[in-house]
Structure formats: structure tokens, C-alpha cells
């Protein structure tokens, strides 16, 4: 029984984070917007012939990166052959997806802060947070992805 009260503990907590940092993507690009139109952000180091570069490139990187940590969390999450059984499985590893999955979904979110103040081009932060707003919707604990995986209801 005090499997499936960590298990609780553990889903309760991997919502929470992942609640927090996607509800960081808009808090970042409320305070980028607010710092360029303030002229806090410093010089603009990127200029007009190589900011599209730049910009497309990250974006491309951080759709790669999304896709990356999703792919290497499901690796880690599905159950190999001759695996114990589901109710002998920890609960941590579950818990190491989503941890890995949040990671993932906050490069595009830095990746877009860091064109924001090297280019001074706030609304280009968007794209950016829209790939991080899908990571964090893909790394979200589902509880049935949660009981499957132990096993039983918690």
C-alpha cells in the first residue's frame, strides 16, 4: 500500500511541475516584451541578414529538441522484454519521463528568450512558446499512463 501513496505523491507532484514551467512560457515572454520595450535588453547583436537564419534555425532546433526528449523518455518508459512486473515497477522512472519531457519542452522557451534579446523582436518569441506550450501538453502525467505502468489504481 505505500507504493501506490508515493505513486499519489509522485503524480501529484509531476503535475504540479509541469503546470509550473508551462505557466512559466507566458510569464518569460511577458517580462522579454516587457524588458525590449523598456530598453533593458541591451544592444541588438543579431542583425537584418542573419537574424532569419538564426531564428528559423533555433526554431527548427527546438522542434528537433522537443521531439528528441520524447523520444528518448518513451525509451526509457516502455517496459523491455522479461521486465518486472507492473506492480514491481518503481515509480520514479514514470516520474523520470515527465521530468525529461519538461526538459525538452523548455529549450524552445530559453531558445526564444535568447533571439528575443539578441535580435529585440518580442513577438517572435511566440512560435517558440507555442512549440513549448506542446511540449509541456506532451509531458503532462496522464493518469491512466501512470496506473498502466504500476499497474493498479492508485
Known sequence: MEQMETAKKFYVQAQKMTIGMAASVVAYGAIGYYLIHLGKGGPAILNTSNYPIVKYGALVFAILGVF????????????????????NRPVQKIFLKT????????????????????????????????????????AYPRKEQWVSWLGAEF
Not at 517496459?79 to 507492473?86: C, F, H, N, V, Y
Not at 529549450?107 to 529585440?120: A, K, S, T
Open 99 to 138: 521530468v525529461i519531457m519538461n526538459a525538452g519542452a523548455e529549450l524552445p522557451l530559453l531558445l526564444g528568450m535568447l533571439l528575443v534579446f539578441f535580435g529585440h523582436q518580442p513577438y517572435d518569441y511566440i512560435p517558440f512558446a507555442i512549440v513549448s506550450l506542446s511540449g509541456f501538453f506532451l
Open 68 to 87: 528528441a526528449m520524447w523520444k528518448i523518455s518513451n525509451r526509457i518508459f516502455n517496459a523491455p522484454q522479461g521486465a518486472p512486473l507492473a506492480s
